[in-house]
């Protein structure tokens, strides 16, 4: 079995990304910038995490146990899990859009102001 592909420059610690491609049969390459899903690119321990919390069927109590660890250090991984795949961060960018726009309607905010912080939730 191959070692996994590194997803970190050992230099810079920027993100890689993929340029090339070969086929181990044929011997073709294929050279280009090419996109990796979001599991390519996490570091060895958060997909380990992942594989753990699959297997648990989503069930954190359970994971717990897996681990060893209490309920809040699970719970903090799995939080770190999803801010490294950028979904935390668009879950909590609705949250926001949401609270402005509920503060809109309950009359704590005046159109303008609404729109601004909209404008200013998207610049983010």
């Given at each position: 079995?191959?070692?996994?592909?590194?997803?970190?420059?050992?230099?810079?610690?920027?993100?890689?990304?993929v340029t090339g491609l070969a086929c181990p049969s044929c011997q073709t390459r294929i050279e280009g910038r090419f996109s990796v899903n979001e599991f390519a690119a996490l570091p060895p321990d958060q997909l380990e995490f992942l594989r753990l919390f699959i297997k648990a069927r989503g069930n954190l109590k359970e994971l717990e146990r897996a681990l060893g660890v209490s309920y809040p250090t699970v719970r903090a991984r799995f939080d770190a899990l999803l801010r490294a795949l950028g979904y935390q961060e668009a879950a909590d960018l609705e949250a926001e859009r949401r609270a402005i726009l509920d503060?809109?309607?309950?009359?704590?905010?005046?159109?303008?102001?609404?729109a601004e912080r909209l404008r200013a939730l998207a610049r983010r």
């Open positions: 079995m191959r070692p996994p592909a590194p997803s970190v420059c050992p230099v810079c610690g920027d993100r890689l990304e503060a809109l309607e309950r009359g704590e905010l005046t159109p303008e102001e609404a």
